[in-house]
């Protein structure tokens, strides 16, 4: 059964960092492409980091820079190192298989 928890959220200040995980179960992170995705408030979801397969990441422009995306098969999780946080980082954080199911989200609040 595949499932995927994210954790690592909470209410930041401006400037201030977080790490958030996701820990799978069903597949390996290690030999799949993942996406971390946002969702702020009344908008759509956004993929926000990508790392495939073979370990290449891609990320969209507003995140460059500021954030990470890395896993640990080890441990099959996925983590997302975010930096520099803007109060529009603001939204739900998911993490995704490529087309496959969603995690419950996890919550990032950035104060001003």
């Known amino acids: 059964q595949v499932q995927l928890v994210e954790s690592g959220g909470g209410l930041v200040q401006a400037g201030g960092s977080l790490r958030l995980s996701c820990a799978v179960s069903g597949f390996s992170v290690a030999t799949s492409s993942m996406n971390w995705y946002r969702q702020v408030p009344g908008g759509q979801r956004e993929s926000v980091a990508w790392m495939g397969w073979s370990g290449l990441t891609t990320y969209v422009d507003s995140v460059k820079g500021r954030f990470t995306i890395s896993r640990d098969g080890a441990k099959n999780t996925l983590y997302l190192e975010m930096h520099s946080l803007r109060p529009e980082d603001t939204g739900i954080y998911y993490c995704?298989?490529?087309?496959?199911?969603w995690g419950q989200g996890t919550q990032v609040t950035v104060s001003s």
């Open positions: 995704r298989q490529s087309g496959g199911d």
